[in-house]
T-cell receptor, first 113, second 117 residues
Framework: AQSVTQLDSQVPVFEEAPVELRCNYS??????LFWYVQYPNQGLQLLLK??????LVESINGFEAEFNKSQTSFHLRKPSVHISDTAEYFC???????????FGQGTRLTINP | NAGVMQNPRHLVRRRGQEARLRCSPM?????VYWYRQLPEEGLKFMVY????????ESGMPKERFSAEFPKEGPSILRIQQVVRGDSAAYFC???????????????FGPGTRLTVL
């Protein structure tokens, strides 16, 4: 079965600390991988995506994610978080040939000063 | 270029009433997707439409729910005879091309939060 799992529902960290949000998927076909961020009372915004090529992808605001095919993972990392990174983060997967996105349950990132 | 527009942002209905949620995709986008986010859960795909066609409705409940994307005007998600379990945030997304072939992202609207009393 094709599924997406975000193991951590909440991740509290201190400002300027590093963070990793985990995402694993289950699939026997090729995938496209996405991370979306949802700020309070807003819609989802694309943070970064992996389609092909280099397995390490970066966003403009310091986040990066690495596609690991053997581990079927696409973990999101940032070496130093800021208060403004407080949001909910969703991992999403498009399985080969499918138009729809399958989302993980979301991880709420809380930054403490 | 305005983003994906959804209205209303908040909708309150009593059990048994109808709810109509509207979505205007980004200019030039001909693919529309609806997702539902139940409390404390991730987004779940409901339906994928192109102009005047439903392409994939595998995530739509079998009864009371319908969707359309007419040649002119916004896409509409319609829920008839709402029940408390329909309370959720409903998100619309659009894309300019086939996601799978072009690898394009889906652009999301701000969502409509439906509350059924």
């Amino acid at each position: 079965a094709q599924s997406v799992t975000q193991l951590d529902s909440q991740v509290p960290v201190f400002e300027e600390a590093p963070v990793e949000l985990r995402c694993n998927y289950s699939s026997s076909v090729s995938v496209y991988l996405f991370w979306y961020v949802q700020y309070p009372n807003q819609g989802l915004q694309l943070l970064l995506k992996y389609l092909s090529g280099s397995t390490l992808v970066e966003s403009i605001n310091g986040f990066e994610a690495e596609f690991n095919k053997s581990q079927t993972s696409f973990h999101l990392r940032k070496p130093s978080v800021h208060i403004s990174d407080t949001a909910e983060y969703f991992c999403a997967v498009s399985f080969q040939g499918a138009q729809k996105l399958v989302f993980g349950q979301g991880t709420r990132l809380t930054i403490n000063p | 270029n305005a983003g994906v527009m959804q209205n209303p942002r908040h909708l309150v209905r009593r059990r048994g009433q109808e709810a109509r949620l509207r979505c205007s995709p980004m200019k030039g986008h001909s693919h529309v997707y609806w997702y539902r986010q139940l409390p404390e859960e991730g987004l779940k795909f409901m339906v994928y439409l192109q102009k005047e066609n439903i392409i994939d409705e595998s995530g739509m409940p079998k009864e009371r729910f319908s969707a359309e994307f007419p040649k002119e005007g916004p896409s509409i998600l319609r829920i008839q005879q709402v029940v408390r379990g329909d309370s959720a945030a409903y998100f619309c997304a659009s894309s300019p091309h086939l996601l799978a072939l072009e690898g394009n992202e889906q652009f999301f609207g701000p969502g409509t939060r439906l509350t059924v009393l």
